[in-house]
Nanobody, 127 residues
């Protein structure tokens, strides 16, 4: 069974940091394009950061310079390291994998590119 399981969310004060993890199993992790998305209440799911199998990375403008995406190809684990968190970063964060490669890098931060999704982990930034 193909599975993505996120962890690491929680409540943090503005300016704080968190590291999210996503454990993948049941598919060929090394060849997959991996990404983090988030969805705030009443808003569409949006791409946050992506890392391809060759190490190429892309970040959404609101998180550039604050978030880092890391993939551990030994542990089949994807990380999202978030610094200087802001209240507007509050959302459910989802891990995603593209294992079918139908859409190219131009769609890296688009929901349509990804065929596997985790259940999400909540991040709340509040004082």
């Amino acid at each position: 069974e193909e599975l993505l399981v996120e962890s690491g969310g929680g409540l943090v004060q503005p300016g704080g940091s968190l590291r999210l993890s996503c454990q993948g199993s049941g598919y060929h992790y090394l060849s997959a394009c991996m990404a983090w998305f988030r969805q705030a209440p009443g808003k569409e799911r949006e791409g946050v950061a992506v890392v391809d199998s060759d190490g190429a990375k892309k970040f959404a403008d609101p998180v550039k310079g604050r978030f880092t995406i890391v993939r551990d190809n030994v542990k089949n684990t994807l990380y999202l390291e978030m610094l200087d968190l802001k209240p507007e970063d509050t959302a459910m964060y989802f891990c995603a994998a593209d294992t079918v490669r139908t859409l190219g890098w131009a769609f890296a931060l688009k929901v349509a590119k990804y065929n596997l999704w985790g259940q999400g982990t909540q991040v709340t930034v509040s004082s």
